[in-house]
């Protein structure tokens, strides 16, 4: 069959976008254990974190303050120990799976959460996109509108969209 | 794990929406070649179908006629017969992937789509809905709004929303 025959292939590559919100991770076992775990297929699995671009958590706080560029170094010294931290318990639930049809990569990205998503799915030809359905994130990224809804809608590929029970 | 074993479950039930459109088709493989086949897990898998509220295709046409009676009964006549004609087809799909883990079953809802789709998802505890991006069905129910804009963020489970290629 046509539809099928397109669908056969030796390697899917999967990315799933992870973030410091327990439905990511959620989002992240829900992928092991529906589209990975009791396949023989091997699977390229690229857990990808965005930081938020510099101008989300600088120049102003909340009550308009600019932040000194100590406060911003420090803010970007927690960006990269939060990717660190996320990474980390985004591979422990990976391990935690015990299945060995896994290739595991770490990517982190810079800027706009969805439009980086999309651009990586774009890039590696991802075959599925695996994602929470909010991501709150560091500094609250939620509010500039819902990742998982564009990405649904502009992803090069199908997009699975989990919500924590 | 917490997150792995609430998910081991003997059988899954997944529920797929299906139309007229050649995506809900492509939406039906990616589900059997990605969630089904090559797994041992046995699937429950609902193709579910909504007819269209008849408010939709009856009062009036495009140019602002009513419509007969006459014509209100083949319409609703050809509206079952394209339910049937749906089913047929996604049935033909499941049966080419010659999968024996799937279990499957018809369901014709009615109203509107969206709805139906999430009402259904939560009354069968449905572990996985889905669907196509658009969905251009029956007298272009898609002006209407996008159902799959509106499933991924109400259905009470994981939604995979797949684009055709």
């Known amino acids: 069959m046509e539809e099928s025959s397109k669908m056969e292939k030796k390697e899917r590559l999967i990315v799933v976008a992870v973030d410091e919100s327990k439905e990511s991770m959620y989002a992240l076992s829900w992928c092991i254990s529906n589209l990975i775990s009791d396949t023989t297929t091997t699977n390229r699995l690229v857990l990808l974190y965005v930081k938020p671009p510099p101008a989300i958590y600088s120049s102003f706080d909340s009550a308009g ?28 639930i990976c391990r935690k799976f015990n299945v060995n049809n896994i290739k595991m990569e770490r990517m982190v990205g810079n800027g706009d959460a ?52």
Chains 1, 2 share one sequence.
Do not use: W
Request: aromatic share 8%; with cysteine.
């Open 65 to 92: 303050y600019i932040f000194s560029s100590d406060v911003l170094v420090a803010m970007e010294n927690y960006g990269r120990e939060l990717a660190t931290s996320v990474m980390e318990r985004a591979e422990a």
């Open 114 to 165: 969805k439009n980086v998503i999309c651009g990586v799915v774009q890039k590696l030809k991802a075959d599925t996109l695996v994602m929470g359905s909010h991501g709150y994130g560091f500094f609250k990224r939620a509010i500039l509108g819902s990742v998982s809804d564009y990405c649904s809608k502009h992803a090069k590929c199908p997009v699975v969209i989990v919500k924590h029970p």
